[in-house]
């Protein structure tokens, strides 16, 4: 007995299924890398200042776990303020203090794990690394939840202060999506996949025709499916327009 081959659209779900759980995996296994990384290089860094801190007295022995917090500590604040704000839609220039915040506290936690070193050139490179490595780790982690994360442009934003100054501004207009034929699936986008996949392709024909281009939040709210799901059939649907 043959085997119907697979429809098309069923083949195009089916991958984006697969690369989109690749993807889940491929940021959780890096995402716990790096913050192992992290972990290790920051308690390497605080062993070191601490015990720099006992040995100069420059902090009472009952406090001298304190001195490698207020050092690397800065590290991290500073890099989520940086994240935190582009998330907002301003500019890499934007939180310049984060940044010298950044650059200063890893240049003295580099200077201090130095000077705890003992006085040769290999071992005090070595005593660099942790927070060179703690730095690294942070900012490799920043550029994971950058990327992944959905941000506000900077248009957009300006555009909801300017209106909540001013409830009388003028919006841009986009085209009112149309009403769904039939009724949705569930929100969280565990309804029935052929309702799923017909509503957005409707969305995507209104695409076509009023010529503005969906985002995936649009879809989501429109076909009542989670976003994740949107931006799948959203990808899937182009693709069998695109198909001779």
Do not use: K
């Amino acid at each position: 007995m043959l085997r119907t081959p697979p429809h098309p659209a069923e083949q195009a779900d089916r991958t984006e299924r697969l690369l989109a759980a690749l993807r889940v995996a491929l940021v959780a296994a890096l995402t716990a890398l790096v913050l192992a990384i992290a972990a290790l290089a920051y308690v390497v860094s605080f062993e070191a200042i601490r015990a720099f801190a006992v040995e100069t007295a420059a902090f009472p022995p009952s406090l001298a776990w304190s001195a490698p917090l207020l050092v690397d500590s800065f590290t991290t604040a500073a890099s989520l303020v940086i994240l935190w704000r582009y998330l907002r839609g301003e500019g890499w220039q934007a939180p310049w203090y984060a940044w010298t915040l950044v650059a200063c506290a890893t240049a003295v936690s580099v200077a201090l794990n130095v000077a705890h070193a003992p006085e040769h050139v290999s071992a005090q490179l070595f005593a660099a690394l942790p927070p060179v490595a703690l730095l690294g780790a942070l900012e490799l982690l920043m550029s994971v939840a950058r990327t992944g994360l959905p941000h506000t442009t900077r248009t957009t934003a300006t555009a909801d202060r300017s209106t909540e100054r001013d409830p009388t501004a003028t919006a841009v207009a986009r085209p009112q999506l149309p009403a769904p034929d039939h009724p949705a699936a569930g929100g969280n986008g565990s309804g029935p996949q052929r309702d799923s996949r017909s509503r957005v392709r409707e969305l995507v024909a209104h695409e076509r025709a009023t010529g503005t281009r969906l985002a995936a939040r649009e879809v989501a709210a429109a076909a009542g499916i989670s976003e994740r799901r949107a931006y799948e059939l959203l990808r899937a649907v182009r693709a069998e327009d695109q198909q001779p």
